[in-house]
């Protein structure tokens, strides 16, 4: 088995670094990375762009693409075969504690753009959208970066560390683009740094909003973490002991509205679309397909799934997927017959059994996700006096995972479990509470999730 080096898969040298990404995952590698390494090669004529990309957390994920030059394959899984795709788009992989690293990357003139997949908890909002200045983490990252000190460890934090890093080498303006599932990501993203520069130093917060543009993003492509079985098929399908593959879904979406005041990548040679407003896109992905996975993710494992595909070939799960999109789509501003193969399209993509995406992986962060994926339908329904069965589902769902307690990996975990404990008419109210305090007053809601609760736990 060969080893995956640029020489020996003939790829040529490191592309120069014009972008910087935070939060190297599987996703950022089966999307924008993908589609920086497509846009690079639909033109052999243009200058190629160069990532250089950053853990989130823990410097694991960056160890085996440094030692493959940033080399990977896409193991791209649709229901009748495999195919692979060898992505030369990435220039460097590091540690996101590389303090010197990530700011000197940040402060390069040549970067244009930064790109975030840093997952929903890892903007440290507060309820109201601002930065929780009371978090602990970023408590502490204020501390450093007032003294100077780059050796941050919130993902707020280290992206201001470089813009601090590129203000004071005089490097010009970028553009911020999130691609997490968010409302609004750009917003958001914007918010939360701006908010946490403020808290830094005025000046700061002034060339921030001088010079940085957030672009907001609607991101779609499956993928799942990689399994020791990915790489092995990835082996004997290449040839090459690839120890960093990803494995994802033909379909893939990437629409974006904002400025990029430096410059970015040619990526609407790879599909990519540049719109005014990301909000209808936004709102069909969210609600329609996280909306459901979320559903799954919780109601799913109370009839004995452990993946997506498993889930939606269950005729009752199928139900409720109906039923949560039909209420999803009451409020959607999109044609009807948009809407209606959007969903046959879904439907098509989460069966695929070919995919293995573990219900407990969307799970992670249910006090995060719910309130975009779940409550912005579910708010609109009983604004209209509605009490629709899906987000019902959902949300009992949710509390079955909560008391259950198992499988809780969430940033509030531990105040959900002792939330979820106690007698069925206690807790309902109470956890709810946590996603939106409205929620605990809608007795109608209440005695719906009370009784689908009681329904599951069966
Ligand atoms: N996987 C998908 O299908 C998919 C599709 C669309 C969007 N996304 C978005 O991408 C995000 C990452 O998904 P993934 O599949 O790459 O996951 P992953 O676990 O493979 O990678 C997550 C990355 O985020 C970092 N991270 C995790 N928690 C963090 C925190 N609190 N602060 C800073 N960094 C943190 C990790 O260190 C890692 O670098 C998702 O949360 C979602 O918002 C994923
Ligand atoms: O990635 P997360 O954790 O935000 O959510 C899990 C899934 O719902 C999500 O990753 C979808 O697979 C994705 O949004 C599809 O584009």
Redesign the pocket.
Known sequence: MRRLTRAEAGAGDASPVRVVHL??????RAHQAWYTHRANTADPTGEPAGIVAF????PD?ARPLADQDGLYHLLVRDRDGDRTELVTSLSGAYDGADAKRRDGALADPAVSTVTL??????YLRAADGAPDLADPRLAGDLERLRAGDSAVS??PGRLLAGLAARRAADAGPLAVVP???LVDNGATVARVLTGVAEAVDDGLAAWVRANVSFVSTT?????P?TTPGDREVIASLSGFADQAPVVTEPFTEWVLAGDFPAGRPAWEHAGARFVDDVRPFEQRKLWLLNGAHSLLAYAGPTRGHETVAEAIADPVCRGWVDAWWDAAARHLALDAADIAKYRDDLVERFANPRIRHALAQIAMDGSQKLPIRVLPVLTRERADGVLPEGGVVALAGWLAHLRDGTRVRDPRGEELLGLADGPVDDVVPRVLAVLDPALADDAELLAGVREKLTELAR
């Open positions: 939060g190297l995952g599987a996703f950022f853990t989130g957390r823990r994920a997949t840093i997952t929903e908890a890892g919130t993902a691609c997490d599932n991101v779609d492509r499956i993928t973490a």
